[in-house]
């Protein structure tokens, strides 16, 4: 029976990878099938993207459309934040975290298990197997395990977890110790997964390419390299999957959208927040309390008019709004979307450390890290698979993405694909194939402005069906 091992390190570039810096992730790269193309899904933050490797769909099916969102059904009009215990909380209410099915929910069905272990963000952790009480499997944090008896068993086992920390080396050296013993030893899961942190962690404060954030992978690939040697010792006939959730860009200038609303006129009739925001790093999701079109068309034209203003994406409950693109053209649309996405404005400049990619943001300070726009420098993530059946030392560059991951692995495993799945087994890595025909495709609006006309193109991708989003942003002529 084959085995996968998931190895994730958080908001790392393809770029970051080279001899010095990452020593184990760069060997194993010269040997691996890189896919050198490979496409977080937008907004590019961590949870919705970790959605989407367990469930292999677009964002609009699987229900999760960023870090922080409104869920009108059943929140009402207010700002939540997928972490624990707001997610848990949600599903002891019978409201589904996740619209559809997820990698533990498919292999229950052939007897087989998903173990997670994550140094991350509660949130990520929970929704890599959130039914683990009911239908097997685990996924295990620092803060909580499910099933919930694991946390006193595996605390006894192991000890209690160091404080999380800048970098967060000694978490994640306890979770590989605890990895590569109870997890791949112990449980021998058909597929275990490891989630790192870092860099993400590090270069949210410090930036992409700055010594701390450096120092901060250079430590994790250390731990990598633990995990490289213990498959080489144990499991050589394992299949090794190591991604990242997204990229990352430099922040410009952090723009206070709240307090630029305010200045514009919105939400200050009768004190009530007519727009809610949900921010999310380089892109924010908009919520309307009452879909008044007149306002929404204000609103807007506002937005368009701004220096930081990227790509703006309507859903359909606002109807056609000039100058917008609709959200169900980027796989966005769906029960929680929001009215209105905004991709924040990027460019390929290059940040002090020599790294290209800035973007405003809306949060974070200049000259720090930050993802969640469609920046090119975002979108584009880490993706290498080895094993029995993958190419050795291939670069391929057809476009490939996140919702590839959990096809892929089913066909490693040899488990028939549920009908639904947004994403494509990436045969390209498995064998000599026909060249892969891509179609590329551009999504364009313009609206004339008070200052000028705005222009918006967000390029796509598509490869058999499986439609990726590669870049989009906006500007003011």
């Not at 693109?325 to 460019?347: H, M, N, T, Y």
């Not at 993530?381 to 692995?409: H, K, Y």
């Not at 009908?419 to 498995?430: A, I, N």
Request: include cysteine; hydrophobic fraction near 40%.
């Amino acid at each position: 029976m084959s085995r996968i091992i998931l190895a994730v390190f958080d908001g790392l570039q393809p770029t970051q990878i080279n001899k010095k810096l990452t020593p184990n992730l760069y060997q194993y790269s010269e040997r691996a099938c890189f896919f050198e193309n490979n496409h977080a899904v937008f907004p590019t933050v961590t949870r919705i993207n970790a959605a989407t490797l367990v469930t292999g769909v677009y964002p609009g099916l699987h229900g999760l459309p960023a870090n922080t969102f409104v869920d009108q059904e059943s929140q009402g009009n207010v700002v939540i934040s997928a972490m624990e215990p707001v997610l848990s909380s949600m599903a002891a209410r019978n409201i589904p975290v996740l619209r559809s099915q997820s990698l533990q929910e498919i292999l229950k069905l052939y007897d087989m298990e998903y173990v997670a272990l994550g140094v991350g963000t509660s949130g990520n952790a929970y929704l890599h197997n959130s039914l683990a009480e009911e239908i097997g499997g685990a996924t295990i944090h620092p803060d909580f395990t499910l099933p919930s008896h694991l946390y006193d068993r595996l605390n006894v086992k192991y000890g209690s977890w160091p404080e999380a920390d800048i970098p967060n080396t000694r978490r994640y050296e306890k979770a590989m110790d605890m990895f590569l013993d109870y997890v791949l030893k112990e449980r021998n899961p058909e597929v275990a997964l490891i989630w790192s942190s870092e860099p993400d962690k590090s270069q949210h404060l410090f930036g992409v390419g700055d010594s701390m954030s450096n120092q901060a992978l250079f430590e994790a690939d250390k731990q990598f390299g633990r995990l490289l040697e213990h498959i080489e010792n144990n499991q050589p006939e394992a299949h090794l999957f190591v991604l990242s959730d997204h990229g990352y860009s430099t922040i410009i200038e952090s723009v206070d959208l709240e307090s630029e609303m305010l200045s514009a006129g919105f939400n200050k009739k009768n004190g009530q927040r007519d727009i809610l925001i949900a921010p999310n790093g380089a892109s924010a999701l908009f919520y309307f309390a009452h879909l008044d079109s007149v306002i929404i068309d204000d609103f807007v034209q506002w937005i368009m008019e701004q220096p930081w203003c990227g790509s703006v994406l309507g859903s359909e409950r606002i109807g056609d709004i000039d100058g917008t693109i609709p959200l169900k053209k980027v796989f966005l649309e769906g029960p929680r979307s929001p009215d209105i996405a905004l991709s924040f404005r990027w460019d390929d400049s290059l940040n002090i450390n020599g790294f290209s990619g800035q973007v405003y943001s809306a949060s974070g300070s200049s000259g720090a890290g930050t993802h969640g726009s469609m920046s090119r420098y975002e979108i584009n993530n880490l993706f290498m698979c080895s094993g029995p059946l993958f190419r050795e030392s291939v670069r391929s560059l057809a476009p490939t993405g996140n919702i590839d991951l959990l096809p892929t692995i089913l066909k490693v495993l040899g488990v028939p694909e549920p009908k639904g799945m947004s994403g494509r087994v990436l045969v390209e890595g498995f064998d000599h194939q026909p060249p892969l025909i891509c179609n590329t495709s551009y999504l364009r609006a313009s609206r004339k402005v008070g200052n000028g006309i705005y222009n918006q193109e967000v390029k796509m991708s598509d490869i058999r069906g499986t439609v990726y989003v590669d870049e989009g942003n906006g500007y003011l002529i």
